[in-house]
């Protein structure tokens, strides 16, 4: 059974770090791009990020360029996104997902995600 | 970047109807690069229909998509009571890849 599972979320001050990592199993990880998506509380589905198979090719948001870094690693079955310089605005469900075709940015098997909350 | 506006927020519907949500791009969207997925609450999103019309893997039949262009449609023949639900469009012909902001399913 195709599984990923996020974890790593937690309550951070403005300005600071949080690294999230998603872990995947049920499926040849290393064959697929995967994705970060962001839902914030009561709102809509964000893009934030996505990883080609290999990890040699990363895209970001314009409203996360710069301050978050996705990253993968193919040993481990892994997904991390590493987080910095969080804004209130960043409060929201982080999902991972896989991208079944290269190239194809749609998403499938999602995991249920895990909150991030950015708060004083 | 492509906004994509779906149409009507909000459709009060009883089980067994047929349902109509619409999705338009501001531009078109590439070979039709268009998803629909749902999500019911505390859950994460599924995938229903990727490249306009294809369902994904799982989908019952009652799911259908259309469209072309600008203009794209996700219809369900016979709402089931699972069907009640937010659902949502995703442009992935154009960078960044965008969504439609949902339209929910409520029972009337």
């Known amino acids: 059974e195709v599984q990923v599972m996020e974890s790593g979320g937690a309550l951070v001050q403005p300005g600071g770090s949080l690294r999230l990592t998603c872990a995947a199993s049920?499926?040849?990880?290393?064959?697929?791009?995967m994705t970060w998506v962001r839902q914030a509380p009561g709102k809509g589905l964000e893009w934030v990020s996505s990883?080609?198979?290999?990890?040699?090719?990363?895209y970001y948001a314009d409203s996360v360029k710069g301050r978050f870094t996705i990253s993968r690693d193919n040993s481990k079955d892994t997904l991390y996104l590493q987080m910095t310089y969080l804004r209130v605005e960043d409060t929201a469900v982080y999902y991972c997902?896989?991208?079944?075709?290269?190239?194809?940015?749609?998403?499938?098997?999602w995991g249920p995600g895990n909150l991030v909350t950015v708060s004083s | 970047e492509n906004v994509l506006t779906q149409s009507p927020g909000t459709l009060s519907m009883s089980p067994g109807e047929r349902a109509t949500l619409s999705c338009r791009a501001s531009?078109?969207?590439?070979?039709?690069?268009l998803a629909w997925y749902k999500q019911k609450p505390g859950q994460a999103p599924r995938l229903l229909i990727y490249?306009?019309?294809n369902r994904a893997t799982g989908i019952p039949d009652r799911f259908s998509g259309s469209g072309s262009g600008t203009d794209f449609t996700l219809t369900i023949s016979r709402l089931e009571p699972e069907d009640f639900a937010v659902y949502y469009c995703?442009?992935?012909?154009?960078?960044?890849?965008?969504f439609g902001q949902g339209t929910k399913v409520e029972i009337k």
């Open positions: 490249g306009a019309s």
């Open positions: 997902a896989n991208i079944p075709v290269p190239g194809s940015w749609y998403f499938d098997n």
């Open positions: 049920g499926f040849s990880f290393s064959r697929y791009g």
């Open positions: 531009q078109s969207v590439t070979s039709n690069w």
């Open positions: 990883i080609s198979n290999s990890g040699g090719l990363t």
């Open positions: 995703q442009q992935y012909g154009g960078s960044p890849v965008t």
